[in-house]
């Protein structure tokens, strides 16, 4: 069955820290891949995404990620965190060519202290 | 531009009320999406109209009701909801055919329903 994992529920970091938030899928093929943000009561924005080509992606907001096939991962990357960067991530896949239907993880809420 | 705008940002309505919740994109985008969040969980779909047409009916019950007037307009038509029904409702648009297949997402409509 297809599915995607965001094995943490919460992660609070310092400002300025580095930052990891990651994401593995189950799926018969390479999905298309992708990282959206939410802020409280918020739509979700498109951090990246990641359909073919180069594995390291970057995004909006000083944010990248690698696609590692070997792992079936795409983890979030971000070298410095700001406050503004609270927030739940998600990640979420979708069928190359038809991304209608887009499998999201639980989420990740980010929470950044002073 | 990537915007996509929903209104109202706040609705609540008793439980014999009808309402309608509006989407509104002006990318040219050709793929609109409902979709429901609940608090501290991932967004579900609802409802995928592709060149204005029906596309998925993630087996909603009939008292939502979408409809897509134009290829820049999405409404989802309320009637008899539950209490249970309250949560965000969040509408996107994307446009695969020109190799765009990430979905981007307006701000919401959080509803509640008394």
């Known amino acids: 069955a297809q599915s995607v994992t965001q094995p943490d529920i919460h992660i609070t970091v310092s400002e300025g820290a580095s930052l990891e938030l990651r994401c593995n899928y189950s799926?018969?093929?390479?999905?298309?891949l992708f990282w959206y943000v939410q802020s409280p009561g918020q739509g979700l924005q498109l951090l990246l995404k990641?359909?073919?080509?180069?594995?390291l992606v970057q995004g909006i907001k000083g944010f990248e990620a690698e696609f590692k096939r070997s792992q079936s991962s795409f983890n979030l990357r971000k070298p410095s965190v700001h406050w503004s960067d609270a927030a739940e991530y998600f990640c979420?896949?979708?069928?190359?060519?038809?991304?209608?239907?887009?499998?999201f993880g639980t989420g990740t809420r980010l929470q950044v202290f002073p | 531009d990537t915007e996509v705008t929903q209104t109202p940002k706040h609705l609540v309505m008793g439980m014999t009320n009808k309402k309608s919740l509006k989407c509104e994109q002006h990318?040219?985008?050709?793929?609109m999406y409902w979709y429901k969040q609940k608090a501290k969980k991932p967004p579900e779909l609802m409802f995928v109209?592709?060149?204005?047409?029906?596309?998925i009916n993630e087996s909603v019950p009939s008292r939502f009701s979408p409809e897509c007037p134009n290829s820049s307009l999405l409404n989802l038509h309320l009637h008899a909801l539950q209490p249970e029904d309250s949560a965000l409702y969040l509408c996107?648009?994307?446009?695969?055919?020109?190799?765009?297949?990430?979905?981007?997402f307006g701000p919401g409509t959080r509803l509640t329903v008394t």
């Open positions: 996107a648009s994307s446009h695969p055919t020109s190799g765009s297949y990430e979905q981007y």
């Open positions: 109209y592709s060149y204005e047409k029906l596309s």
């Open positions: 990641y359909f073919s080509g180069d594995t």
């Open positions: 979420a896949v979708g069928r190359p060519y038809n991304t209608d239907k887009l499998i």
């Open positions: 799926y018969g093929a390479t999905p298309y």
């Open positions: 990318m040219g985008h050709r793929a």
